[in-house]
């Protein structure tokens, strides 16, 4: 009985929250390649905060801060600028970058 309330109240307050949601019907919806652009920016994010840390602990060579330094001059105009129609150049830039700090991050 209590688990069929409980149910009952989640599923209540997840319709009130969709219910108050502005709807915007002529806003175009995203694409799938602009979702996995953001979600790539903020794998980007993360990795970049671990290399950061890295480097303040001392444990980066000066040939992989100025890999680090270029990957965040390619990536940081594309992950906070706008979001373009079809970002797959992008997204492949975003990635490569996210490979590189994981392999720097990964030899540590």
Same mark, same amino acid.
């Given at each position: 009985? =209590?688990? &069929? @309330? /409980? =149910?009952?109240y989640i599923i209540q307050s997840l319709l009130v929250v969709a219910s108050a949601t502005p709807q915007h019907p002529n806003q175009p919806q995203?694409?799938? /390649? &602009?979702?996995?652009?953001?979600? !790539?920016?903020?794998?980007?994010?993360? !990795?970049?905060? !671990? !290399? @950061?840390? /890295?480097?303040? &602990?001392? =444990?980066?060579?000066?040939p992989e801060i100025n890999s680090i330094t270029k990957f965040d001059d390619q990536v940081a105009p594309i992950c906070n600028g706008t979001v373009p129609s079809n970002p797959a150049i992008q997204s492949s830039i975003v990635q490569a970058a996210i490979a590189n700090l994981t392999a720097i991050k990964q030899g540590k």
């Open positions: 009985m =209590k688990t &069929q @309330l /409980l =149910k009952f995203p694409t799938t /390649l &602009q979702t996995s652009l953001v979600e !790539a920016c903020s794998a980007y994010s993360t !990795a970049f905060n !671990a !290399a @950061l840390d /890295l480097r303040v &602990q001392g =444990k980066l060579s000066i």
